[in-house]
């Protein structure tokens, strides 16, 4: 059984200003987006350019805060914020749902693909590499503060989470999910998208992907305590993961089909 290492989740104090761990964790998010979608250009893997990734990175962080923080509300407290309307805005006291803010960043394909005149999976399919990095940095914010923490549990590397207020040793699920649904998911689709492959199934392969990593990844985690388990015994983030898993193998089947005609 470890210790939680209790980090100071202000990286940097400022005189007044207060710079977070998590914060520091979205601008790197979007770094390494940035950095990865050039390298892409750069090589040749996509009609886009540039200017395509400024805004695609631009207006990528207002879907992704946008997108998160409604998904929240919508997906996990809709009674609560429809009686506290007001509190919606209170992004600084947490509460963001990944598959929101992807819902966010599909919004902002939907606008770059009809204002250049690009196909919808040819922008989906330029960004699906680009977001895995981000979700590694997210769940390493999210172990810095020690939350989402997972389930309790007897192995070795189990951790007591001060947070949490209880003394149990529980399953570091942020670092399995970092590892899962952000490194591997990564290697996985950065991989499959180097190579020519009909438009759509790089979107395919990331929605496979994260779906599949996100429902295993679950089983650890302990369910948000106001919800706890759903239907068949699984969580929100179960639920929510398996319509990715089954657009993916459809929108993978569809573009395969549609290359063979």
Known sequence: MLQFPNFDP???????????WYGLMYL??????????????????????LKDLEDIIFYGVLGVIAGGRLGYVIFYKPIYYLSHPIEIFYLWEGGMSFHGGLLGV?????????????????????????IPLGLAAG?????????LWGRPSTLAWAMVFPQSGDGIAR???QLYQLGLEGLLLFALVWWFANKPRPTGQVSAIFLMGYGFFRFIAEYAREPDDFLGLLTASLSMGQWLSLPMIAAGAVL??????KTNE
């Open 10 to 20: 202000v990286a940097l104090r400022l005189g007044p200003l207060a710079i977070h």
């Open 28 to 49: 790197t998010a979007f770094a390494s987006a940035w950095l990865l979608g050039r390298w892409r250009i750069s090589h040749g893997k996509t009609r886009l350019t």
């Open 106 to 130: 599909l919004v902002m394909v939907t606008w770059i693909a009809r204002s250049r005149k690009y196909k919808w999976l040819e922008v989906s399919d330029f960004v699906a590499p680009l």
């Open 139 to 147: 769940r390493l914010g999210n172990f810095i503060n020690g939350e």
């Open 171 to 173: 399953h570091p699920s």
């Open 252 to 257: 993978f089947k569809l573009s395969s089909r």
